[in-house]
């Protein structure tokens, strides 16, 4: 099946500071990317969809200007934590979703290993 | 909205059955998928049900009943490596919306 990477797969960052986790889609090209957010022993909450080209639209009670999405190319989105605090440690999950896939076949989202983050 | 439930945790032993179900109520429907998450891994696929009636894929079949809102995953011959959370998610057009996951716990 498809791959889609995370890149790092973890990071410790002290509070105040940026974090940017990159996900790729390696062998296929996504124009529609989705970011996750799983706390502990929760489930995956969805953050915000990303398209390429475009803005990205975020879920009620995701501010935008603190997490930053950038989808420049077709296998490449980017989500940057801005400034950082403690409550952002989270595990960080994206999915990429194959555009050969129609509404009604499966698994047309593909997810990536995740990266856990932890802000000091 | 979305709102999707499904046991918190469930324990079986291994070599024995299990199913684990999840009631729905959303505002659109384009499939249920099944997904197995182990600790601070990513979600695996599991199955997909889109019509009503049971998919089997080996030793995981799934069931889906639309006009019910409901679903199960039936997991046969248990084996430890099965323990793991189990997540059900409803697709709307492209978007998925999880449950909070089934936590199965595997004896011997």
């Known amino acids: 099946g498809a791959v889609v990477s995370q890149h790092p797969s973890r990071v410790i960052c002290k509070s105040g500071t940026s974090v940017k986790i990159e996900c790729r889609s390696l062998?296929?090209?996504?124009?529609?990317m989705f970011w996750y957010r799983q706390f502990p022993k929760q489930s995956l909450m969805l953050m915000a969809t990303?398209?390429?080209?475009?803005?990205?639209?975020?879920e009620q009670g995701v501010e935008k200007d603190k997490f930053l999405i950038n989808h420049a190319s077709l296998t490449l989105s980017t989500l940057t934590v801005t400034s950082a605090h403690p409550e952002d440690s989270s595990f960080y999950i994206c999915?990429?979703?194959?555009?050969?896939?129609?509404?009604?076949?499966?698994?047309?989202?593909?997810f990536g290993p995740g990266t856990r983050l932890t802000v000091l | 909205g979305q709102n999707i439930d499904q046991p918190t945790e469930m324990t079986a032993t291994e070599g024995a059955i299990v199913q684990i179900n999840c009631t729905y109520q959303?505002?659109?429907?384009?499939?249920l998928f099944w997904y197995q998450q182990h600790a601070g891994e990513a979600p695996t696929f599991l199955s997909y049900?889109?019509?009503?009636g049971l998919e089997e894929k080996g030793r995981f079949s799934s069931f889906l009943s639309r006009s019910k809102g409901y679903s199960y995953l039936l997991l046969k011959e248990l084996q430890m490596k099965d323990s793991a959370s189990y997540l059900c998610?409803?697709?709307?057009?492209?978007?998925?919306?999880f449950g909070k996951g089934t936590m199965l716990l595997v004896s011997p």
């Open positions: 999915s990429a979703r194959d555009p050969a896939g129609g509404y009604l076949s499966t698994d047309t989202q593909y």
């Open positions: 062998d296929f090209q996504a124009t529609t």
């Open positions: 990303s398209n390429e080209g475009s803005k990205a639209t975020y």
């Open positions: 959303t505002s659109g429907f384009n499939g």
């Open positions: 049900n889109v019509l009503d």
């Open positions: 998610a409803v697709r709307r057009y492209s978007t998925l919306t």
